[in-house]
Nanobody, 115 residues
Framework: QVQLVESGGGLVQAGGSLRLSCAAS?????????MGWFRQAPGKQRDLIAD??????NYADSVKGRFTIYSDNTKNTLSLEMNSLKPEDTAVYYC?????????WGQGTQVTVSS
């Protein structure tokens, strides 16, 4: 069984930065074919904002140029560096990993950006 644990959320002023981390534990022999970050604002759907597939990062237009996703495959850790944060980035951020046919989610971490 795989567990994902996010950390690094918090309250930050607009223009500030945060770094989120997602640590995977459990089956250390699991190789993820997909790892990504999603976010869900109140009353809205959960959207994919950044992912890494076959080593290539991909970003939603809303975060491109401001967020950077990177992974440490030896430690099964996925990070999201968030710069130039805006109030509209306020949401609960989730990491997701897919191994085989199973998808795993973290519990989420709150990011609040004040204006």
């Amino acid at each position: 069984q795989v567990q994902l644990v996010e950390s690094g959320g918090g309250l930050v002023q607009a223009g500030g930065s945060l770094r989120l981390s997602c640590a995977a534990s459990g089956n250390t022999f699991t190789r993820f074919k997909f790892m990504g970050w999603f976010r869900q604002a109140p009353g809205k759907q959960r959207d994919l904002i950044a992912d890494i597939i076959s080593g290539t990062p991909n970003y939603a237009d809303s975060v491109k140029g401001r967020f950077t996703i990177y992974s440490d495959n030896t430690k099964n850790t996925l990070s999201l560096e968030m710069n130039s944060l805006k109030p509209e980035d306020t949401a609960v951020y989730y990491c997701k990993a897919v191994a085989g046919t199973r998808a795993y989610w973290g519990q989420g971490t709150q990011v609040t950006v004040s204006s």
